[in-house]
């Protein structure tokens, strides 16, 4: 019966090691994540995500608008490949765009395109930088 319960206690013993270090693996690796994005030094990027991209990123300036060199997109002109690189717009948005578009004789604001059917504030949050409606 000693010999049981010892073998017993000794089980439950490296049970308790083994979570012990998962655990410890887990913190460094969460601690080093965090830590390593800081150590490139600079102020951080804004990245915004939006559902709908299907986890595409885009980069930012730290102030949030897109890069310089980046041209607008003229929402009243684009087709539905130069809509689709804006984030946040798939093909069947780009579409809607257009349709919404022609139905209503084109876009009087930027803001108009929220009328659009998905696209609500946050991706217009995103993409009012990248966008005009000259």
Sequence with gaps: MCK??????HI???K???F??????????FVFGVFSQRLGGG????????AATAGVNYLLTPSGAPAPSAKKVNINTAGAE??????????AIAERIISYREAAGGFKSIEEIKKVNGIGEKTFEVIKQ???AD
């Design 16 to 18: 308790t090691e083994f």
């Design 82 to 91: 130069e809509l689709k690189a804006l984030p946040g717009i798939g093909p």
């Design 20 to 29: 012990f270090i998962i655990g410890a693996l887990v913190m460094i690796a």
């Design 43 to 50: 102020p951080e990027l804004k990245r915004e995500k939006i």
């Design 4 to 9: 049981n319960t010892a073998k017993k206690a």
């Design 12 to 14: 439950t013993l490296l």
């Design 130 to 132: 990248q966008i005009t």
